[in-house]
C-alpha cells in the first residue's frame, strides 16, 4: 500500500517534467468533478447572486462598476479555466499555478491584478484534516476564486453579501479579498483548537491502559499534521505583509488596517503552531521516557530476583559436589539446615532492600 501511495505521489510531480512553462495540467486526483460556476455581483443598493452554466456568462462583469465575486469548482476543466485566463489577460504561469494542487502558498503582483494561493484547511467529521487549495485573482472590481471541488469555508461571507451585513457590500473588490481572505484565516483557529485539545487528550492518555503502538501511531499523525499546517499557514505572513504594504491602485488605503488585522492574527496562529509543535517533540520525549521507564522496573525486578538467587544457588551448587569428605553430609540435620540458612538469607535480603527502597 505504501509503494502505490508513494508511486501516485511521484506521478503527480512527474506530469510536470518536460512540459511547456505555463502548460496547464490538472495534478490533483478528483477527475469526476463536476463544473460548477457561481457569481456575486453586487453593490451598496442591490446585489444578484446566480449559478452560471458556461463561463462566457461570467464575461459580462469583468467592465461593470459593481463588485463582482466569480467562483469555479472544479481544476479538472482546464478548457474553461483556459477561456477564464485569455478572457480576464492572466498570464500562462498563473493558470498552470492555479491548475497545480501542489502549489506551494503565494502572491504575485501585476500591473492590473493580484494572483493569490491559498491553502483552505478544515476537519472533517473524523477529526481528519482536509486540505484544498484556493486561488484568487482580484483585479479592479471583480475576484475571481478557484477551486478543487465544491464544499469551503465562505458560507458566512455569502450570508453577508445577501442580507447586507457589515460593510462588505459598500467596499470594493479589495475588501472582498480581505474577507476571504479571513475566513479562512478564522477557519485556522478552528484548526489550533481542535489540534491543542488532540495534543491534551494525548497526554492523558499517554499513561493510561493504550498500547506503546497505539500511542505512538497517535503522535506520529499529530507529527504529520501539525506539519501540514505549518507548510500552509507559514507562508501567509508574506503574502498579507506585501498586500498590506502594496502601493498599487487596486489596494485602498483603509483597507490595509484590516490586511494589518489579518497579519496580526496570523502571527498568533504561527505562534500556536510553534508551541503545539514544541509540545508535541516533547509528549515523543515522555513517550519514550516512559518505555525507558517501564524497562527499568522490568530490569529492577530481574535484578533483584538474581541477586537473591546468587547465594542461594551457591550453598545449593557446595553441597550438591558429593565429595566423601564432606562433613554436612553425615549430619542427620544437615538438609533442615541449609533449609534454614537459606531462608533466613532470602529474607535478609527482601528485609535489606526494602530499607534501601528498592522494592
Given at each position: 500500500?505504501?509503494?502505490?501511495?508513494q508511486?501516485?505521489?511521484?506521478?503527480?510531480?512527474?506530469?510536470?517534467?518536460?512540459?511547456?512553462?505555463?502548460?496547464?495540467?490538472?495534478?490533483?486526483?478528483?477527475?469526476?468533478?463536476k463544473?460548477?460556476?457561481?457569481?456575486?455581483?453586487?453593490?451598496?443598493?442591490?446585489?444578484?447572486?446566480?449559478?452560471?452554466?458556461?463561463?462566457?456568462?461570467?464575461?459580462?462583469?469583468?467592465?461593470?462598476?459593481?463588485?463582482?465575486w466569480?467562483?469555479?469548482?472544479?481544476?479538472?476543466f482546464?478548457?474553461?479555466?483556459?477561456?477564464?485566463?485569455?478572457h480576464?489577460?492572466l498570464?500562462?504561469?498563473?493558470?498552470?499555478?492555479?491548475?497545480?494542487?501542489?502549489?506551494?502558498?503565494?502572491?504575485?503582483?501585476?500591473?492590473?491584478?493580484f494572483f493569490?494561493?491559498?491553502k483552505?484547511?478544515y476537519?472533517?467529521?473524523?477529526?481528519?484534516?482536509?486540505s484544498?487549495?484556493?486561488?484568487?485573482?482580484m483585479?479592479?472590481?471583480?475576484?475571481?476564486?478557484?477551486?478543487?471541488?465544491?464544499?469551503?469555508?465562505?458560507?458566512?461571507?455569502?450570508e453577508?453579501?445577501?442580507?447586507?451585513?457589515?460593510?462588505?457590500?459598500?467596499?470594493?473588490s479589495?475588501?472582498?479579498l480581505?474577507?476571504?481572505?479571513?475566513?479562512?484565516?478564522?477557519?485556522?483557529?478552528a484548526?489550533?483548537?481542535?489540534?491543542?485539545?488532540k495534543?491534551?487528550?494525548?497526554?492523558?492518555?499517554?499513561?493510561?491502559g493504550?498500547?506503546?503502538?497505539?500511542?505512538?501511531?497517535?503522535?506520529?499523525?499529530?507529527?504529520?499534521?501539525?506539519?501540514?499546517?505549518?507548510?500552509?499557514?507559514?507562508?501567509?505572513?508574506?503574502?498579507i505583509n506585501?498586500?498590506e504594504?502594496?502601493?498599487?491602485?487596486?489596494?485602498?488605503?483603509?483597507?490595509?488596517?484590516?490586511?494589518?488585522?489579518?497579519?496580526?492574527?496570523?502571527?498568533?496562529?504561527t505562534e500556536?503552531?510553534?508551541?503545539?509543535?514544541?509540545m508535541?517533540?516533547?509528549?515523543?520525549?515522555?513517550y519514550?521516557?516512559?518505555?525507558?521507564?517501564?524497562?527499568?522496573?522490568?530490569?529492577?525486578?530481574?535484578?533483584?530476583?538474581?541477586?537473591?538467587?546468587?547465594?542461594?544457588?551457591?550453598?545449593?551448587?557446595?553441597y550438591?559436589?558429593?565429595?566423601?569428605?564432606?562433613?554436612?553430609?553425615?549430619?542427620?540435620?544437615?538438609?533442615?539446615?541449609?533449609?534454614?540458612?537459606?531462608?533466613?538469607?532470602?529474607?535478609?535480603?527482601?528485609?535489606?532492600?526494602?530499607?534501601?527502597?528498592?522494592?
Amino acid at each position: 500500500m505504501a509503494k502505490k501511495k508513494q508511486k501516485k505521489r511521484t506521478q503527480n510531480y512527474k506530469k510536470q517534467i518536460g512540459q511547456v512553462p505555463g502548460a496547464l495540467i490538472y495534478t490533483g486526483n478528483k477527475l469526476d468533478n463536476k463544473l460548477h460556476l457561481h457569481a456575486f455581483d453586487y453593490s451598496d443598493e442591490e446585489y444578484k447572486e446566480a449559478d452560471l452554466p458556461t463561463v462566457e456568462d461570467a464575461f459580462n462583469f469583468k467592465d461593470s462598476e459593481t463588485v463582482t465575486w466569480f467562483n469555479l469548482n472544479g481544476l479538472n476543466f482546464i478548457d474553461q479555466i483556459e477561456k477564464i485566463g485569455q478572457h480576464y489577460n492572466l498570464h500562462p504561469l498563473i493558470l498552470e499555478d492555479i491548475v497545480n494542487t501542489s502549489q506551494r502558498p503565494k502572491i504575485d503582483e501585476y500591473n492590473d491584478y493580484f494572483f493569490i494561493v491559498l491553502k483552505m484547511m478544515y476537519y472533517d467529521e473524523s477529526e481528519t484534516i482536509v486540505s484544498e487549495q484556493v486561488s484568487m485573482v482580484m483585479g479592479k472590481n471583480y475576484v475571481l476564486t478557484f477551486q478543487e471541488a465544491e464544499g469551503d469555508v465562505f458560507d458566512g461571507l455569502r450570508e453577508r453579501i445577501r442580507h447586507k451585513k457589515g460593510r462588505i457590500r459598500g467596499e470594493g473588490s479589495d475588501y472582498l479579498l480581505y474577507a476571504l481572505i479571513d475566513a479562512i484565516v478564522d477557519h485556522y483557529y478552528a484548526i489550533i483548537e481542535t489540534m491543542g485539545n488532540k495534543i491534551e487528550d494525548l497526554e492523558d492518555e499517554l499513561f493510561t491502559g493504550l498500547t506503546q503502538e497505539e500511542i505512538s501511531q497517535q503522535i506520529q499523525n499529530l507529527k504529520r499534521e501539525i506539519l501540514k499546517i505549518r507548510r500552509a499557514i507559514f507562508p501567509l505572513r508574506e503574502i498579507i505583509n506585501r498586500l498590506e504594504k502594496s502601493e498599487g491602485s487596486l489596494i485602498d488605503e483603509k483597507t490595509t488596517h484590516y490586511f494589518r488585522d489579518v497579519y496580526d492574527h496570523v502571527i498568533q496562529v504561527t505562534e500556536n503552531i510553534d508551541i503545539y509543535r514544541e509540545m508535541i517533540w516533547s509528549l515523543m520525549d515522555m513517550y519514550m521516557t516512559t518505555i525507558s521507564n517501564k524497562m527499568n522496573e522490568v530490569m529492577k525486578v530481574l535484578t533483584i530476583m538474581a541477586t537473591i538467587f546468587i547465594p542461594l544457588t551457591f550453598i545449593a551448587g557446595v553441597y550438591g559436589m558429593n565429595f566423601k569428605n564432606m562433613p554436612e553430609l553425615d549430619s542427620q540435620d544437615g538438609y533442615y539446615i541449609v533449609w534454614a540458612v537459606m531462608i533466613v538469607i532470602f529474607i535478609g535480603m527482601i528485609v535489606y532492600f526494602k530499607r534501601k527502597k528498592w522494592l
